[in-house]
């Protein structure tokens, strides 16, 4: 992508009504404006990095077996009454009238609309187990949205839903998730901690949530030091049931809960090694079993052609509250520093010369070759001297610049900076170029 004929507003000054590093960063870089409050828009930098997120999010659920749907965002009241849920979830659902009067709402999640879909594809006991997912806008009308994506009111979350017929087999489910998150978040570069959490309006009484430690976050975080140490999960077999419930319960051994559900004896057993800390909640697993199946009579025919109720899980990640997560773990005074598996392009191509063939001739060859292999370039060919065109790469944090002036174009050289170190290397530019495509 050519910078000179791309949509970056780019701000200057850090706007007033960001009080968070992520949600100033995201304004400044043109990734985001508010267009109402907690309601956001997605520009061409921001849509990037969300996409990149959904994508590992995706290749991870699909990894676990789950199937990918899409649920509409506008559901009927009738719907939820069935739960008794369009009553208890009070005034955070946003609830809309249709031109007949009949009652709407935005869906704030979908445990009722995946559970009747579900019913409906399902007969017997040889259609489960299935876990069923969506990316989705959902909406919650939050009393305080703050912190630009993190708390926002419309927020993109993917939701799965599993449905088993006996409990072995819905922890087996839960676990599959449980073990899934881990891989998403550090495939994001993210330490998120899953943590024993209260249940809320899902219901069920197990539950995960998955913190990312920052002293922006909103949750209050209680845990055993060694969480801090980096876990490789990514050996963990999930189709072995017992292996994985061996691996999770392992991991679980270290005391890790949010204020909720804290235990005084556990933090007093883990005596130097507790700590406390403000986090951002990524995501959260959900077991209730039979809440919304029996609430909703969906009963499929067991193997003794006796009726089963399924029993059921949710997960939940906040793929756009990760944007703020991600930048809040991963920044310095200068700006974002993209892992490079979300970031929005690879590199930042930097023509120091405009006005200069030799400049001009190498940076088009450059561009040229690496979009012909696949690297994603941002190509700064505008008309601006060094310094803007370096505060720019910084701030909007692409993981690697090239960089071409007069100079190093005279002795065949180019510059490469790694945004996260800021080491700087000067190379042939064929030699630039294998790098980037190693
Ligand atoms: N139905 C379940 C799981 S599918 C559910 O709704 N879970 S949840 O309430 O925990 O939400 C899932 C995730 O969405 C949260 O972990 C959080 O990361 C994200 N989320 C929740 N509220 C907001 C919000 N107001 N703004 C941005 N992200 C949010």
């Given at each position: ?41 997605f520009?061409?930098l ?7 997120i ?18 509409p ?11 008794g ?68 009111r ?36 993210l ?49 072995d ?139 700064d ?58």
């Open positions: 992508m050519r910078l000179s004929r791309y949509f970056l507003p780019i701000l200057k000054e850090t706007p007033g009504e960001a009080q968070v590093v992520s949600h100033q960063l995201m304004l400044r870089a043109g990734m985001i404006r508010q267009t109402a409050a907690g309601i956001y828009a520009l061409p921001g849509l990037r990095v969300l996409a990149k959904e994508g590992i999010v995706r290749e991870e659920m699909d990894r676990a077996g789950a199937i990918e749907v899409l649920m965002t506008i559901q009927s009241a009738d719907l939820w009454r069935q739960s849920r369009y009553e208890a979830y009070g005034p955070e659902m946003l609830r809309i009238k249709d031109r007949h009067d009949r009652e709407m709402l935005f869906s704030p999640t979908a445990e009722e609309l995946f559970t009747v879909i579900f019913q409906n594809g399902a007969k017997s006991y040889r259609d489960l187990p299935r876990n069923l997912y969506q990316i989705q806008w959902k909406f919650r009308d939050e009393v305080r949205p703050r912190f630009g994506l993190m708390r926002g419309e927020f993109l979350m993917k939701d799965a839903y599993s449905f088993d017929l006996d409990f072995a087999a819905a922890k087996h489910s839960y676990n599959r998730m449980f073990i899934a998150y881990m891989r998403t978040f550090a495939r994001m570069g330490d998120a901690i899953p943590m024993q959490a209260d249940t809320g309006p899902i219901g069920g009484d197990l539950s995960h949530e998955f913190i990312v430690l920052a002293p922006t976050g909103e949750s209050d975080a209680f845990y055993d030091e060694a969480w801090l140490a980096a876990r490789d999960t990514s050996a963990v077999d999930a189709d049931a017992d292996a994985l419930e061996h691996s999770i319960s392992g991991l679980n051994t270290d005391y890790a809960a949010t204020d909720e559900k804290r235990d005084l004896a556990a933090e007093a057993a883990a005596g130097d090694r507790l700590k406390t800390s403000k986090g951002i909640e990524v995501g959260q697993v959900f077991y209730f079993g039979d809440k919304y199946t029996k609430a909703m009579g969906v009963t499929v025919q067991g193997s003794d052609g006796q009726p089963v109720t399924p029993l059921m899980g949710s997960y939940g990640i906040g793929v756009s509250r990760l944007l703020g997560a991600i930048i809040e773990a991963r920044h310095d005074a200068s700006g974002i520093v993209w892992p490079d598996a979300v970031a929005p392009f690879k590199v930042a191509l930097i023509n120091l010369r405009v006005d200069d063939a030799a400049c001009l001739a190498a940076c088009e060859g450059l561009y040229a070759e690496l979009t012909a292999n696949g690297v994603e370039v941002l190509y060919d505008r008309d601006e001297r060094g310094g803007p065109k370096f505060a720019t790469a910084d701030l909007i944090g692409l993981p690697w610049q090239l960089v071409v002036g007069p100079k190093g174009i005279a002795n065949g050289v180019v510059e490469l900076k790694r945004r996260a170190t800021g080491e700087k290397t000067e190379l042939p530019m064929a030699d630039a170029v294998a790098r980037l495509l190693a």
